[in-house]
């Protein structure tokens, strides 16, 4: 994985921890339309949905400058179905560099022309979901030819060396005992592998969980194989304190100590912030203290481990020393570009 350089590195752990320490956001995710592509089925997302009072790209600016994360997620729905996406990123991004700006994605439309745009935009790394490692994507995902698609483009867009490209792998019951082969198929198209957990609070469907005592047996098989496997080029983005954290997040069937609203937030398609994607709790831009005190304070809810939660629930200097030993050019100067 194609590590931050120095200066740039300096900068975002400088503004991540003035937020932590002034109970602003390290991580803000834009869902910039609710749209989407595919009717995948352990989302509630799918389809086309109303896009009239989508934040307009110009909008962005503004809640950079009230919320000033280091990180910025762009999600859904599905980003690249808003033909102003560069524009969008651009708004989010400062000269300095700042945020490290990750695009969430199925990549259904991505074409080259736009993935070469998106980074001149600012765009630090491209998270895309991979489900199965072979067709049974397009099923899963109700989107039929997009694993074709995928095996066209990923290798095509692996080949020009900016190794930005990330696969996301949301662990199911389906697909647990897939999890190598995706990794195998990572490192077939020449990019990098991550892995996030199934959360049934988002449909309210419990299938997709992992609920008997042989699906945690291969979970775990699956994934003291993939740590056997991570190397200092972290193509295995997760650390593994975060894989063990997700294996036993399936085996409790629960992940306490949850910092919605405070550690990251959700800035919806019209402009709402929510404390997550699947809390529909909403505020304006300036109330964010108020979300924490009436919200984060007294949440409870376990009831999901997905990716921005599984970086943040850290303490402040485990969240540190794993970003700066694993992504950030703090340990040798040489390999950061
Ligand atoms: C909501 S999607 C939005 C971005 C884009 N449409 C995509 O699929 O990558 C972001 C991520 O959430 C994951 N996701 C969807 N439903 C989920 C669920 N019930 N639990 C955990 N992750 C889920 C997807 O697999 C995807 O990796
Ligand atoms: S996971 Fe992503 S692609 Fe699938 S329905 Fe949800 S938003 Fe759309
Ligand atoms: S555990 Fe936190 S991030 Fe997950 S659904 Fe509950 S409040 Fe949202």
């Given at each position: 994985m194609h590590k931050v350089p120095f200066g740039e590195s300096l900068r975002i752990i400088a503004r991540g921890s003035r937020n932590w320490f002034a109970e602003r956001p390290i991580v803000v995710s834009f869902e910039?339309?609710?749209?989407?592509t595919c009717y995948c089925r352990h989302c509630d997302h799918g389809g086309p949905r109303d896009n009239s009072r989508n934040l307009k790209p110009k909008d962005y600016r503004r809640y950079m400058n009230v919320l000033r994360p280091s990180v910025v997620q762009v999600s859904g729905?599905?980003?690249?179905?808003?033909?102003?996406l560069v524009e969008i990123v651009r708004n989010i991004k400062s000269p300095t560099g700042l945020p490290y700006t990750i695009l969430v994605s199925?990549?259904?439309?991505?074409t080259k022309e736009r993935y070469l745009a998106l980074r001149e935009a600012g765009i630090n790394q491209f998270s895309v979901s991979l489900?199965?490692?072979?067709?049974r994507h397009d099923e899963f995902r109700q989107c039929k030819g997009l694993y074709r698609h995928l095996s066209e483009i990923m290798p095509e867009l692996a080949s020009l060396g900016h190794d930005d490209i990330v696969l996301n792998n949301c662990i199911t019951s389906e697909n647990v005992t897939e999890i190598n082969g995706i990794a195998d198929k990572a490192r077939e198209w020449g990019v990098n592998v991550s892995y996030s957990a199934y959360s049934?609070?988002?449909?309210?469907?419990?299938?997709?969980?992992?609920?008997?005592p042989e699906q945690l047996a291969v979970l775990k098989a699956e994934l003291d194989r993939i740590k056997s496997r991570m190397?200092?080029?972290?193509?295995?983005?997760?650390?593994a304190s975060t894989l063990d954290s997700t294996r036993a997040y399936f085996e409790k069937g629960s992940a306490p100590g949850c910092k919605a609203g405070l550690r990251f937030l959700v800035v919806t398609s019209d402009g709402a912030l929510q404390p997550?994607?699947?809390?529909?709790k909403r505020y304006p831009l300036h109330d964010q203290s108020r979300m924490i005190r009436e919200f984060t304070e007294n949440n409870n809810c376990d009831e999901c481990y997905v990716s921005i939660r599984s970086y943040l629930d850290k303490s402040f200097p485990q969240l540190l020393g794993e970003n700066v030993a694993g992504f950030f050019s703090f340990k040798s100067r040489s390999d950061s570009c």
């Open positions: 910039v339309t609710d749209s989407c729905g599905e980003p690249l179905m808003r033909p102003d199925n990549w259904s439309l991505m489900d199965f490692p072979d067709e049934p609070r988002r449909t309210g469907c419990r299938d997709y969980f992992l609920n008997s190397d200092e080029s972290k193509w295995v983005a997760n650390s997550c994607s699947m809390h529909f």
